[in-house]
């Protein structure tokens, strides 16, 4: 197996965070495995940009570099701990920002041949939009609250019979001063959504319980529902605000699909440029 030493320390580190979301040393035999060849297969790509003739010219500055070096930086509490993961990944601050440095310069390289993608069209656009129609449309949501009260036979006040006493109480008193839901349910909502008055947020369909959405789509702005049954136990819902389906425009939908399209088509270009690169000697 090859060993970590023979991986640019950085590469390594950044393949086994993007894998992992761990460092090298934390990982696993078959994990450090995967992690070093997608390091080398990265290093390697890094170096046919860096030696193709779209590397002629650029230049990192040292603004560029500078602020790479402190979003890296920010990450840790102290400088102790940053020179501490530093050291722990075969790092220092000169190795970090030779390789912050290169993995700018290839991202300007890429950046570069990325702008080279074609425009996009009004037809294209036209035609994207009536093909993902389910990108532009916002279906109908309900923002509700709700109180709880649970079925536990092991407990006197939760049996069917107690529970079944209970919510038709706060049922009856709701229907006189309904004004007081939120007050009810945090006296006596047993779901963790008491402390917010009962509030279960918006919610489009098929959020809830079954037999709550079936209720909670069906009530008019304001009203407040019979008991239903769940699995959970006996509730009351009320529909606080109705949102309506909304399907938007092509016009309003137009920038959201040039960027959508234009970052398909960046990727594209970039692809077909790598796949044409010669690979070049791990050494130069």
């Not at 407040?224 to 529909?239: A, K, L, N, W």
Request: charged share 25%; glycine share 4%.
């Amino acid at each position: 197996m090859m060993s970590q030493t023979s991986i640019e320390p950085y590469t390594l580190l950044r393949a086994a965070l993007s894998l992992f979301q761990k460092a090298p040393a934390e990982l696993e035999q078959l994990q450090l495995r995967q992690v070093e060849v997608q390091a080398k297969n990265e290093y390697e790509i890094e170096g046919r940009v860096l030696s193709s003739s779209e590397a002629t010219g650029v230049v990192i500055s040292d603004t560029e570099l500078d602020r790479a070096y402190k979003e890296v930086r920010g990450r840790f509490e102290d400088e102790d701990a940053f020179l501490a993961a530093l050291s722990a990944n075969g790092l220092d601050v000169e190795l970090l920002k030779a390789a912050l440095y290169r993995q700018c310069k290839v991202d300007a390289v890429m950046d570069r041949v990325a702008a080279r993608a074609p425009k996009v069209n009004e037809v294209e656009i036209g035609i994207f939009y009536h093909s993902h129609p389910e990108k532009f449309h916002k279906p109908e949501t309900r923002q509700a609250r709700h109180i709880l009260i649970s079925i536990n036979p092991d407990y006197p006040d939760n049996t069917r019979d107690a529970a079944w006493r209970r919510i038709n109480e706060i049922l009856g008193t709701l229907k006189r001063k309904p004004h007081k839901f939120a007050d009810l349910a945090l006296k006596y909502s047993e779901c963790p959504t008491a402390v917010q008055g009962g509030e279960v947020g918006t919610v489009a369909k098929g959020t809830l319980f079954p037999e709550l959405d079936a209720v909670l789509f069906s009530l008019k702005e304001d009203a407040i529902s019979d008991v239903v049954e769940t699995e959970m136990g006996f509730h009351v819902i009320q529909c606080l605000k109705i949102i309506p389906a909304e399907t938007m425009s092509l016009k309003k939908a137009t920038p959201k699909i040039q960027q959508i399209m234009l970052d398909r088509s960046r990727r594209t270009c970039q692809r077909t440029w790598l796949a044409s690169l010669p690979a070049v000697n791990r050494s130069a």
